[in-house]
């Protein structure tokens, strides 16, 4: 399992895609860019992945109790936001600090964000399930607050 530089399994990491292990330096670093030329390491780290799924569940979910008005969506929907964003020991840090790493050159790029793309979805998804006992305007709150430390570092 690779770590973020932090050393912390519960910060966010992803590597750039299109960089790889220089093969004319020991120990591969700096990595390299070549665009076009995809590194097949960056499927090794699940973070995007597990990030993009969870919001796929929540999508669906949050669906699914609009069109049969059954709360056991809702409530669940709500219970995967809450573990990944409001809870005290949270599944990932809020941010997107070591996303697109380029081992060697940088810990983190602005390109990164692209990462988090898919977070964009969950207000759509949680506009469906607001005016629920699932989700609650405390809720809302936090999220909005945990949302902004994923866009701004803070």
Request: aromatic share 8%.
């Amino acid at each position: 399992m690779q770590l973020p530089p932090s050393g912390n399994k519960h910060d966010f990491l992803s590597l750039a895609p299109y960089c790889s292990p220089d093969p004319t330096e020991i120990g591969g670093l700096p990595y390299v860019c070549h665009d076009g030329i995809f590194n097949p390491e960056v499927q090794s780290i699940p973070d995007e992945r597990n990030v993009n799924e969870m919001v796929t569940r929540v999508r669906v979910l949050c669906l699914a109790f609009h069109f049969s008005l059954d709360t056991l969506y809702a409530s669940k929907a709500a219970e995967f936001l809450r573990v990944w964003f409001l809870n005290n020991n949270p599944q990932m840090n809020p941010n997107l600090q070591f996303a697109e790493m380029v081992p060697g050159l940088y810990n983190g790029t602005p390109h990164g964000i692209i990462a988090g793309n898919d977070l964009t979805d969950l207000g759509d998804s949680i506009s469906l399930i607001k005016n629920t006992q699932a989700w609650t305007m405390q809720d809302q709150k936090k999220l909005n607050h945990g949302l902004k430390s994923i866009l701004t570092g803070s």
